[in-house]
């Protein structure tokens, strides 16, 4: 491990991949504890987390690499290519998976996890590279308030062919009908008319990638180590209580619509969250007590040392599992989760015990990938 690496970084976004992970690939949909399933429309839980801090973790990224080289003196149009292209990579591999198993170019999905965090990488980049902390906070707001004022003021046709405006409920925004008109066919499969990674919602998450942009911009302060843990606390209350007071009075809380009371309750919890593993395992003033913590959270460190490698292969394994079919016609998936089910156990239990066991598993490649000194970038 190269000693530059910032542990607290690794951790945070090993606990967001291992958490990803959980929620992503239980023994059976239909038995789920609540805080593993995301919130069915407006609200949250502890599922919503997952997502905004994958993006808020990529505006910290990005304000530690792209945002110094640049104050370094580096080139910024090659910058912007080098960036571009990671962004495209992304995106692509994402439609790959997409597109796997069926390989359907007339109904595969367009829109995902991967393409999202790609396109987000892109349109911050320019901002990240031309504009200093005080523009950046006002691209964040001018997207905020641009997505707003479309959604609520902006009059659109439902699925069903009928005018209205302001309507937040499924597939009945200004973003599900500029889905339905740029992708029809291309949409997630299980609501057809709208996506939850759609178009115009990707907005607010690049005012979400910004926020930790600027997040990111207090590791490279003067300030003692305390003192920017302490920022981020706060920040971080302040963006929680930002998020309630425009939930009730402009948008609800939603991560399907990334409405921006999302965006700040979301970049509040990220900022809580990263506040504690900065300061186990980087602020802490007593060494060994660091040590100690580094220990302990080096499962979650080994974890973020490969994390969009991690997700976009576990994303292929759940597909092949449940693609591959044995010689009695039951898929690899359901042969593998029967001895799970026939421990006895609650259902709800049964499904966690499988998803304890996958992410498990995704640490063993985490560890070998670790251990062999691979670190994949897209």
């Not at 992970?21 to 239980?26: A, H, M, T």
């Not at 479309?150 to 200004?174: C, I, K, S, T």
């Not at 942009?213 to 920040?235: F, I």
């Amino acid at each position: 491990m190269k000693p530059t690496r910032l542990l607290s970084l690794d951790a945070f976004r090993g606990f967001t991949i291992a958490a990803m992970l959980l929620v992503n690939n239980p023994g059976d949909w239909g038995h789920l504890y609540a805080p593993l399933e995301h919130a069915k429309w407006n609200g949250w839980t502890f599922t919503d987390w997952v997502f905004p801090f994958f993006v808020f973790i990529a505006g910290m990224a990005m304000s530690l690499s792209l945002a110094r080289r640049a104050a370094a003196g580096a080139d910024k149009g090659r910058l912007l290519a080098q960036t571009a292209r990671r962004a495209a990579t992304i995106i692509l591999i994402g439609l790959l998976l997409n597109w796997i198993p069926h390989f359907d170019l007339a109904h595969v999905r367009i829109p995902g996890v991967l393409q999202r965090l790609g396109l987000c990488t892109l349109l911050a980049a320019p901002i990240v590279l031309w504009c200093g902390s005080r523009g950046i906070a006002l691209w964040a707001l001018g997207l905020l308030v641009f997505y707003s004022a479309v959604q609520l003021g902006v009059a659109v046709p439902n699925a069903e062919g009928v005018m209205q405006r302001g309507v937040l409920e499924p597939g009945q925004d200004a973003g599900a009908w500029l889905d339905r008109w740029l992708m029809d066919g291309h949409l997630w499969v299980q609501s057809k008319t709208w996506d939850p990674e759609g178009l115009l919602s990707t907005l607010p998450a690049v005012a979400s990638q910004l926020l930790g942009v600027l997040a990111g911009q207090v590791l490279s302060s003067s300030s003692r180590p305390a003192e920017k843990a302490m920022t981020w606390v706060l920040s971080g209350l302040a963006c929680l209580w930002l998020g309630q007071v425009l939930d009730a009075w402009l948008m609800p809380i939603n991560k399907s619509l990334w409405t921006p009371s999302y965006v700040f309750a979301m970049a509040g919890w990220a900022q809580l969250v990263f506040s504690v593993f900065f300061w186990l395992l980087d602020a802490m003033p007593q060494p060994l007590a660091r040590e100690r913590w580094a220990q302990r959270l080096h499962p979650l460190i080994v974890f973020g040392m490969n994390a969009l490698f991690l997700f976009a292969l576990s994303g292929l394994i759940a597909k092949m599992l449940g693609f591959i079919h044995l010689a009695e016609g039951r898929s690899l998936n359901a042969a593998l989760y029967a001895p799970i089910q026939a421990l006895g156990l609650a259902p709800e239990n049964a499904s966690l015990l499988r998803a304890v066991l996958f992410v498990l598993a995704m640490y063993a490649v985490a560890w070998g990938m670790y251990r062999k000194g691979w670190f994949i970038k897209a």
